[in-house]
């Protein structure tokens, strides 16, 4: 079975090994809390408000040098960390991680008093309590999620491209190179514009259970690899240079497509909560809804599509699936399809609670103004 997916070299460890692959996350988690807490940060308000002040949650962001320093790390093999030890140690990291995860969230869980959710299974997935953070708020736990999760994606990323040079030398795929540049460059944008990250769904509406620590930490940063399992042991296609440059290039186009309709969404909704009587970039006028003290933005990429971000991050994941330019194999689609998946249904649970928070009348004005969800003309 395991031949035939195509990934029988991510089980060829020995047993040691896959013991040390089993423990990676554990050591990664604890090197990037301290990593947190020691380094230097900048201060922010955020858009939560925090229950015992009635002021917005304070955050300290740093995960820019967190990022870069373990870029340094992975890149000079500190402490003698091989370059493709992490893809190589993929499959008892997942293992080992989910372990992990399940074991914070389950600590999460009983630190908290019982919630309205009397499922004890269902409490424990979605969480009880919205923020977690340690040491005086010196570590948010959410915005911790989002830098280790990152940053591994990155590395898994880097170090199975560098496995795929290893196996194939002047033989590889160029492609592969791409996709590990595309993650590299998605997340540290993802860095500089950190603080938006405070503006956003995951941060202002999801809980901390077993679902969001698992999917910060082993999702995103280990199987959003999941095209690498298969793709890094193909090698290049044998196109032409002239058919593999217009390729390439023209993936790189449509990453940045979709980069850009994601980001200026984001990046749209953090100025308008922040400056909602600015225009945005200084040019587009914030139009919005009044319901009662909130407002529903409908300018702009919010009023193209209900949820047009999500449609940027779709054009993204295809150029993921495409870049690598075998497009029958399977592998190379997992992303995309994990994504269009991920983003069609939370689409749906986006809009019930939009209608929960700005009322069904308001919310029905707007979707009457903005009435296609993703794609304009289509749906």
Not at 20 to 30: D, I, Q, R, S, W
Not at 95 to 106: D, M
Request: overall charge neutral.
């Amino acid at each position: 079975m395991i031949e035939w997916l195509g990934i029988s070299h991510l089980f060829e460890l020995s047993g040691v090994e896959a013991i040390a692959g089993f423990f990676t996350p554990l050591a990664v988690f604890a090197a990037f809390f301290v990593a947190q807490f020691v380094l230097p940060a900048r201060r922010v308000p955020g858009y939560v408000i925090d229950a015992a002040t009635g002021e917005p949650r304070s955050y300290r962001l740093n995960g820019m040098l967190v990022f870069l320093i373990a870029i340094a790390v992975w890149w000079f093999e500190v402490g003698g960390l091989e370059r493709d030890w992490f893809y190589r140690a993929t499959i008892p990291a997942v293992v080992g991680g989910t372990l992990f995860s399940a074991i914070i969230a389950t600590v999460a869980f009983f630190s908290q008093p019982q919630g309205h959710e009397k499922n004890w299974f269902l409490a424990w997935w979605h969480g009880r309590a919205l923020e977690h953070s340690f040491f005086g708020n010196r570590v948010d736990l959410k915005m911790y999620l989002y830098v280790v999760g990152g940053t591994m994606l990155v590395l898994n990323a880097l170090s199975g491209a560098y496995y795929h040079h290893e196996l194939f030398g002047d033989d590889a795929n160029p492609g592969v190179y791409v996709y590990a540049a595309f993650f590299t460059f998605y997340i540290f944008d993802y860095f500089i514009f950190e603080r938006v990250q405070l503006y956003t769904y995951d941060l202002i509406h999801e809980n901390l259970g077993f679902k969001l620590i698992w999917g910060g930490l082993i999702v995103y940063g280990w199987l959003y690899i999941l095209p690498m399992w298969g793709m890094a042991v193909h090698p290049d296609p044998g196109f032409s240079p002239a058919v593999t440059n217009i390729w390439l290039g023209a993936m790189v186009v449509l990453f940045l497509f979709g980069w850009g309709i994601s980001r200026a969404g984001n990046l749209q909704k953090y100025w308008f909560k922040r400056w909602p009587d600015r225009k945005f970039l200084g040019f587009v006028e914030q139009r919005y809804i009044e319901a009662g003290d909130r407002k529903i933005l409908y300018s702009g990429i919010w009023g193209v599509a209900r949820h047009f971000n999500y449609m940027g991050e779709g054009f993204l994941a295809l150029s993921v699936a495409l870049v690598f330019m075998h497009p029958g194999n399977l592998w190379a689609w997992t992303y995309m399809i994990f994504i269009v998946s991920l983003f069609t249904w939370r689409q749906f649970d986006d809009d019930k609670v939009c209608e929960e928070k700005y009322g069904a009348e308001k919310w029905g004005e707007y979707k009457a103004r903005v009435k296609y969800r993703l794609f304009p003309g289509v749906f």
